[in-house]
């Protein structure tokens, strides 16, 4: 049982750049939620889907965008990298809304 | 704002000590809070949650809740080595959405 599921493990993209970060989840959960980590800022959230056929925004969703693909899979597409964006992003899910969420290994991303 | 403060410390305890671990947060209404142990380089892993005041305890763990003065606390009894880590809070804030607010973590130093 993987749990939630994050690729790629690493990448480095150039300014401009665009690319598309994978979370899957095989715990049958409703929710699911993609964070950022940075130094000083601990985790603040990107955007968020309660159920399948929804998203919305966290609190720092400028320069990306995000699709629920299915039931399992959500993903958080940066349409032109900026150095800003490096950092570590985590994908978590829940059951729903007020049970404990559930977090992937994290993609270590850097722009250059 | 919302805010979820923690002391982000060192805090250093000898080993099998007590460590209490310390959060407050400014929304009243919230509704549900988590404890997460993070590991350097590592994604957080939940450790506790409650939702009602009082006391909640699993193994070492002791989980305290006080809604009317709006703090959350963790306990480690018989701190080990292998529970030096950072350790986040996160609460649910009003509005059944599961946009978690995090704490910008505590780091625990256990001393053998």
């Known amino acids: 049982n993987a749990g939630v599921t994050q690729t790629p493990k690493f990448q480095v993209l150039k300014t401009g750049q665009s690319m598309t970060l994978q979370c899957a989840q095989d715990m049958n959960h409703n929710s699911m939620y993609w964070y950022r980590q940075d130094p000083g800022m601990g985790l603040r959230l990107i955007y968020y889907?309660?159920?399948?056929?929804?998203?919305d925004k966290g609190e720092v969703p400028n320069g990306y965008n995000v699709s629920r693909l299915n039931k399992r899979e959500f993903s958080l597409r940066l349409e032109s990298a900026a150095p800003s964006q490096t950092s570590v992003y985590f994908c978590?899910?829940?059951?729903?809304?007020?049970?404990?969420?559930?977090f992937g290994d994290g993609t270590r991303l850097s722009i250059l | 704002q919302k805010e979820v403060e923690q002391n982000s410390g060192p805090l250093s305890v000898p080993e099998g000590a007590i460590a209490s671990l310390n959060c407050t947060y400014s929304d009243r209404g919230s509704q549900s809070f988590f404890w997460y142990r993070q590991y350097s380089g590592k994604s957080p892993e939940l450790i506790m949650f409650i939702y009602s005041n009082g006391d909640k305890e699993d193994g070492r763990f002791t989980a305290q809740l006080n809604k009317a003065s709006q703090y959350v606390s963790l306990l480690i009894r018989d701190s080990q080595p292998s529970d030096s880590a950072t350790y986040l809070c996160?609460?649910?804030?009003?509005?059944?959405?599961?946009?978690?607010?995090f704490g910008q973590g505590t780091t625990l130093q256990v001393k053998p």
């Open positions: 978590a899910s829940s059951t729903s809304w007020d049970q404990p969420q559930h």
């Open positions: 889907s309660a159920s399948e056929g929804t998203t």
């Open positions: 996160a609460v649910n804030p009003p509005g059944n959405t599961g946009k978690l607010i």
